[in-house]
């Protein structure tokens, strides 16, 4: 019971991000999809953080205006990276998640803009864009912890990576 309950709050708070952070924030979104991407990837390893984050990038490109592909990616690097550094970091208390969280939105955002500029979108004036960001990666850490903390209980029921190995890869 309880992990149901740990998965619905999960679910409530990325739809809270994903319905708030439009509309509080200024130019810039929370993403929590990205986050999201991170969280697994510093919990469960380089590689199932880049499938997860593949797969969120996926999701988030079908739900952002194009060019398609362009956040699978990214998550997809973020996930990696952030299993990376989830390998030396020490991810325990509710700061150091909270701070994880917010960089990595920080750097995930400017990757996805960056990445955006360069295949001919427009961007908005840079007061904006650094405003938003600030507001984005505050935001996105406020909610990271929680996010830990339901990622966490799957990783230790079924094994370091088997939750997004069923999920991506047909497994037996």
């Known amino acids: 019971m309880r992990r149901v309950l740990v998965l619905l709050a999960a679910g409530l708070v990325l739809a809270v991000m994903g319905l708030l952070g439009s509309r509080v924030l200024g130019g810039l979104p929370a993403d929590p ?10 919990v469960e390893g380089a590689a199932t953080g880049a499938r997860a984050g593949l797969l969120l990038g996926v999701v988030a490109d079908l739900l952002a205006p194009p060019p398609l592909g362009l956040r699978a990616g990214v998550y997809a690097v973020l996930g990696f990276l952030s299993g990376r550094a989830g ?11 909270a701070a994880f969280g917010g960089i990595s939105h920080a750097v995930g955002a400017a990757l996805v803009g960056f990445a955006s500029f360069l295949l001919g979108r427009a961007l908005p004036p840079f007061k904006e864009i ?3 960001l600030v507001q984005g990666s505050v935001y996105a850490g406020l909610f990271a912890p929680v996010l830990f903390y339901a990622v966490r209980p799957l990783t230790s029921r079924l094994g370091k990576g088997a939750f997004w190995r069923r999920v991506l890869v047909r497994e037996g």
Not at 34 to 42: H, N, P, Q, T
Not at 87 to 97: D, I, N, R
């Open 130 to 132: 650094l405003v938003g």
């Open 33 to 42: 999809l990205l986050v999201l991407a991170c969280v697994v990837g510093a």
């Open 87 to 97: 390998s030396w970091l020490e991810l325990e208390g509710a700061v150091s998640q």
